[in-house]
């Protein structure tokens, strides 16, 4: 049944972060301290309150770093190398992961909040960045971030990704409505399902469920 769903399916975007990592891993844990360091510099506010801001922003503008655009005059660059400037030591090969991805016909790239230069070294890390045809992150997308659908009309261009013939996989369920509006086929990657109209699948094994496709 899965399977006949993405019988028509030849172009494939990954989300990054808690998507071809698992949450176990908590990369966006050591993030979440290094945004809320730089909201505290700029903002000039404690810890308990930048906390709070780089909160807000994520939930009113999708990514903190457009919270502090819209906020403060900010050095994009150089907010996005101190963010990601974290360690991915504990981050292995996944073999089953890369056997599903390595198997999944035609195009896949990834397309991430982050910046495409951390995606790489993720990737590489979990032995599976030459399994990708293209990485694009927040500078690729202009920096406007999902789940903005402009962001998702830019990449898509710039990539050549016809909708009606793609699936998105995410693990943040309003990352997935602009991909389900687009018509994609829409794979939500978490711990727990969340029930919606705008998620066609859930899986907390990513591996498993790309094996299944095959």
């Not at 996005?80 to 991805?101: F, N, R």
């Not at 993720?122 to 962001?151: C, N, Q, S, T």
């Not at 998702?152 to 602009?178: Q, T, W």
């Amino acid at each position: 049944m899965v399977k006949t769903a993405f019988s028509h399916v030849t172009q494939w975007v990954f989300d990054l972060d808690n998507t071809l990592y698992p949450p176990e891993a908590r990369l966006f844990d050591q993030m979440e301290v290094r945004m809320t360091r730089y909201v505290m510099d700029v903002a000039g506010v404690d810890w308990a309150e930048a906390d709070r801001l780089r909160g807000q922003y994520w939930q009113a503008h999708g990514t903190t770093l457009a919270g502090l655009m819209a906020d403060h005059d900010i050095d994009t660059g150089h907010y996005l190398t101190h963010v990601h400037d974290i360690t991915l030591d504990h981050l292995v090969h996944d073999m089953a992961l890369e056997a599903g991805i390595a198997a999944l016909p035609g195009r896949r790239i990834v397309f991430t909040n982050g910046t495409a230069a951390y995606a790489a070294r993720v990737l590489d890390a979990r032995g599976i960045r030459p399994l990708f045809h293209a990485i694009y992150g927040i500078e690729e997308a202009g920096l406007v971030p999902k789940p903005d659908l402009r962001a998702y009309e830019r990449i898509f261009a710039l990539d050549g990704i016809d909708p009606e013939k793609a699936a998105m996989f995410e693990d943040s369920p309003r990352n997935l409505i602009a991909p389900h509006e687009l018509g994609m086929q829409t794979v939500h990657v978490a711990p727990e399902p969340v029930f919606a109209d705008y998620i066609h699948h859930h899986t907390n094994d990513l591996a498993a469920f790309l094996r299944a496709l095959h």
